[in-house]
């Protein structure tokens, strides 16, 4: 079980650079998920992916935020001109299509800094 | 906006005690009941899970769910200091959005030596 991978694990970028995260979720999961977590709160919901069709996309996600999933596979995340606010952790998670609310398995995260 | 809601804490218990973490929700059409731990920074782990009303056991966790309250409990029995971290809550979307986990802000525990 090679888990959920994400890459890099931690990101220092100056404001208004454009960073891009990875996430290779476990692979027999078809349903891959982008949550954002800043410190004292719980994961928001950023996007969702159901193989390569992106469903859905939480009105966090401004239009500087864009995600893919090509090929139903690895999922990127990209952040164009960056913005202090955008320093999170970015947590990627996939889950198997077995029905209602199958549990989530979260990868390591990227961690961003935005000076 | 559906929301889950814990108390913050933190919580603190000697070593050996039950800590009781609990978590409301306010989508009653919530079918799926999660329970995550997550030391500091790391990402959160899934422990428990849980479909239906009443108690399910998995050594020394135990999660319990109200469904008419709209209430979610997980109990940790015989707490280590290893059991310190936050817990996180999670519930799943009602309706089309039912793949979709809302999460609390969570209970920091700390167990005491």
């Known amino acids: 079980d090679t888990g959920v991978s994400q890459d890099p694990r931690h990101k220092i970028t100056k404001r208004g650079q454009n960073v891009t995260f990875r996430c290779d979720p476990i692979?027999?999961?078809?349903?891959l998920y982008w949550y954002r977590q800043t410190l004292g709160q719980g994961p928001e919901f950023l996007t969702y992916?159901?193989?390569?069709?992106?469903?859905?996309k939480s009105r966090l996600l401004s239009d500087r935020f864009s995600a893919e999933r090509p090929k139903g596979s690895f999922s990127t995340l990209e952040i164009q001109r960056t913005e202090q606010g955008d320093s999170a952790m970015y947590l990627c998670?996939?889950?198997?299509?077995?029905?209602?609310?199958?549990?989530?398995?979260f990868g390591n995260g990227t961690r961003l800094t935005v000076t | 906006q559906k929301e889950v809601e814990q108390n913050s804490g933190p919580l603190s218990v000697p070593e050996g005690a039950i800590a009781s973490l609990n978590c409301t929700y306010s989508?009653?059409?919530?079918?799926?009941f999660f329970w995550y731990r997550q030391y500091s920074g790391k990402s959160p782990e899934l422990i428990m899970f849980i479909y239906s009303n009443g108690d399910k056991e998995d050594g020394r966790f135990t999660a319990q769910l109200n469904k008419a309250s709209q209430y979610v409990s997980l109990l940790i029995r015989d707490s280590q200091p290893s059991d310190s971290a936050t817990y996180l809550c999670?519930?799943?979307?009602?309706?089309?959005?039912?793949?979709?986990?809302?999460f609390g802000k969570g209970t920091l525990l700390t167990v005491n030596p």
């Open positions: 998670a996939s889950s198997a299509n077995g029905g209602v609310g199958s549990p989530l398995h």
């Open positions: 692979s027999e999961h078809n349903r």
């Open positions: 992916f159901q193989n390569e069709a992106q469903l859905e």
């Open positions: 999670a519930v799943n979307g009602s309706g089309g959005s039912n793949y979709k986990l809302t």
């Open positions: 989508d009653r059409g919530s079918q799926s």
